[in-house]
Nanobody
């Protein structure tokens, strides 16, 4: 059974940093992975995606230059380093996986598995 478990969320001030982790109980090498977020009253939206190997990444325009997605396939874990956080980054952040998928599929919401989410709150 595939499980994705996020951690690392919390409360941070504007300009601060957080690193989210997603522990994946799957053979993550065969999965494109990504992060989504959902703010109150808004739809879930893609944040970043990473290829099977980790060699390629893509980001939503709103986080480019501030967020970095990475993966450790040996430990079936992906990360989202978030710097220069802003109040608009406040949301529940979800890990996502697409079996033998492309980053473009992640970013368009074609997802096979979701995590349960972790709350990130950025105070002004």
């Amino acid at each position: 059974q595939v499980r994705l478990v996020e951690s690392g969320g919390g409360l941070v001030q504007t300009g601060g940093s957080l690193r989210l982790s997603c522990d994946a109980s799957l053979d993550s090498y065969y999965y494109a992975m990504g992060w989504f977020r959902q703010a109150p009253g808004r739809e879930r939206a893609p944040v970043a995606a990473i290829s099977w190997s980790g060699a390629s990444q893509t980001y939503a325009d709103s986080v480019k230059g501030r967020f970095t997605i990475s993966r450790d396939n040996a430990n079936d874990t992906i990360y989202l380093q978030m710097n220069d956080l802003k109040p608009d980054d406040t949301a529940v952040y979800y890990c996502a996986a697409k079996h033998r998928g492309a980053m473009s599929e992640i970013m368009t919401g074609s997802i096979d598995y979701w995590g349960q989410g972790t709350q990130v709150t950025v105070s002004s």
